[in-house]
């Protein structure tokens, strides 16, 4: 016998590890949806993130930050209180990428300098976001936060003035010390109690005034938070029961003097995915919080960083639902199985297109929303298409997301279940922003509520997904559908989920008509508007181009 022997570990039908794209340039439909939406001039910016995401030096950040999640330390070697939270480097290379990027709060910088606001900013966040989220989603968490806190702060100028110049810096500032003394901050939130999640009107922690009260004013808080997001940030808003009813308050970590805030941290939740994120458990024990609005008008005070909050759920789904999708074509233009490569065989191909069809519905719709938000000032339908398209985007691609990661590990068979990984800590993330601002039966009731009692409303929305498409038969049966629906479903609780899903179909249907190749809007029509579809992808009998829907789902 001569000759040296074959490995047993060489590898001959792998395909390589994930990486080394470039998550915007990869992307024709987040192009195309950038520069629609109104901020295609910042897509060379944006062209250089998406590399930075999506190198393999990229990914290899939000394993390490996943594989070594956060520690709380909660006493020193002499036993004083610490109640710190550690995190692995890789964590603090993320949130410094993201913060550089400008996604902490770029969309509010304007208001700390003299120059004009940038033209669709919230859509340039929004493409940052997507794309940072498949690199590493926990870190979003307060990234997120931070920027939703802005319009709660605005409400209260004294409180804005002297917050607002440190949340809107382009830099990352990992100490632990008084929030003056640092050049640039975080904010977190704390709604959710034991009693009460979504119900924060059952909430039972109690806000003090230390003295006359009032807006501004200091307040001692003492309760318990279920969950509270972010620990370790400068500042959190939270809700508590002062002498007139549930109040917003924003509650600093450490103050001013140096001292730290009655804060106590619990513990960290063990959670199913998100690992890289510290989700906590805190005690409040006369914790000192500043009133933001006036008494009694917490939840009014605070909706609107929920409202900002739930675009980035969107937003981070629709990125997480793309990644599940190139990890799955690229695996299958590799491997080959009976002869020929997986992406060839006619029956994969259309599991694939058809994921396809839902992952650039979803972008459709996120950035659609994203656009809104730029324009609602100014704009009545702009402004229509925020109050009701909020709610609607978030339930339907929050959704799909799981769908899509589900489908896409089987793509990948074995290799997409082990814990070594990507697609594992994928199918963890993906049911989360399902969660986090509201469950799905929560945008339905939304939703419900905009029909019962602002009617003209979800009437503008209507019409204007009929005037994106004008003369298409397909939108205009779907839209006389909706308007039926409206008046049964505005008296019926129970129905509230067909109808969102029915609306948010029959917009992504209109938009993929309106602005996507007939290869991916006409199969989506067909199947996502006609209710025969099955999230089992590729089981509808409607013809798909497929290989023309995948050349377009994931560019070289």
């Not at 990428?97 to 969309?107: F, K, Q, V, Y």
């Not at 513990?267 to 500043?290: I, M, P, Q």
Request: charged share 20%; with cysteine.
């Amino acid at each position: 016998m001569s000759g040296r022997p074959l490995s047993t570990h060489t590898v001959t039908n792998q395909s390589p590890p994930f990486g080394g794209l470039n998550l915007f340039l990869a992307d024709r439909p987040l192009r195309e949806a950038v520069d629609r939406e109104g901020a295609g001039a910042s897509a060379t910016d944006l062209s250089g993130f998406g590399e930075a995401c999506g190198s393999r030096h990229g990914f290899e950040i939000g394993r390490l930050a996943n594989e070594h999640p956060p520690r709380l330390r909660r006493f020193d070697e002499k036993g004083h209180p610490l109640d710190v939270v550690e995190f692995h480097p890789a964590w603090h290379e993320a949130m410094a990428m993201s913060i550089a990027e400008g996604l902490n709060a770029s969309p509010w910088e304007h208001l700390v300098t003299t120059a004009a606001p940038q033209p669709g900013r919230h859509v340039a966040r929004a493409a940052g976001l997507y794309m940072v989220t498949q690199m590493e989603p926990g870190h979003v968490c307060p990234i997120t936060m931070t920027n939703a806190s802005v319009p709660v702060l605005l409400t209260e100028p004294s409180l804005a003035q002297d917050w607002l110049p440190r949340i809107v810096r382009r830099t990352y500032d990992r100490s632990f010390r008084p929030w003056t003394e640092k050049t640039a901050v975080t904010l977190g939130m704390g709604m959710t109690e034991k009693q009460g999640g979504t119900d924060v009107r059952a909430n039972t922690t109690t806000a003090r005034p230390l003295g006359a009260g009032g807006r501004a004013a200091a307040y001692a808080l003492t309760g318990h938070k279920w969950f509270l997001s972010a620990p370790m940030s400068d500042a959190f808003l939270m809700l508590a029961q002062a002498p007139r009813g549930l109040s917003c308050f924003l509650v600093p970590r450490i103050m001013p003097d140096g001292h730290v805030n009655a804060i106590r941290i619990e513990r960290l939740k063990d959670k199913l995915g998100n690992r890289s994120n510290a989700s906590s458990e805190v005690e409040l024990t006369e914790a000192t919080g500043f009133l933001v609005g006036d008494e009694g008008r917490g939840v009014a005070t605070i909706i609107e960083m929920v409202t900002m909050t739930r675009l980035d759920c969107a937003v981070a789904s629709a990125g997480q639902m793309r990644l599940a999708l190139a990890m799955a074509l690229d695996h299958c233009r590799h491997r080959i199985v009976f002869q020929r490569k997986l992406a060839d065989q006619p029956l994969m191909a259309r599991v694939m297109a058809d994921m396809a069809l839902d992952v650039e519905a979803a972008t459709a719709l996120a950035f659609r929303l994203a656009r809104a938000f730029d324009e609602a000032d100014g704009d009545a339908a702009a402004a229509a298409w925020r109050r009701v398209m909020t709610p609607v985007t978030k339930y339907y691609v929050c959704k799909l997301a799981p769908s899509i990661a589900t489908e896409a590990m089987e793509c990948l068979g074995g290799n997409g279940y082990v814990e070594e990984g990507l697609a594992a800590r994928l199918y963890r993330e993906a049911p989360l922003n399902a969660i986090w601002e509201g469950a799905g039966n929560v945008m339905a009731l939304d939703l419900l509520r905009v029909a019962a009692r602002e009617p003209a409303t979800l009437a503008v929305v209507i019409d204007t997904i009929e005037a994106i498409t004008p003369g298409d038969a397909r939108i205009a049966s779907a839209t006389a559908a909706l308007r039926r629906l409206v008046a049964t479903a505005g008296g019926d609780e129970a129905l509230g989920r067909t109808f969102v899903d029915r609306l948010a179909a029959t917009a992504a249907a209109a938009l993929l008509i309106a602005h996507a190749p007939a290869r991916v809007a006409d199969p989506y029509a067909a199947t996502r508007l006609a209710g025969c579809f099955s999230h089992s992808y590729g089981a509808h009998a409607e013809p798909i181009d497929a290989p023309g829907v995948l050349d377009r789902a994931l560019e070289p």
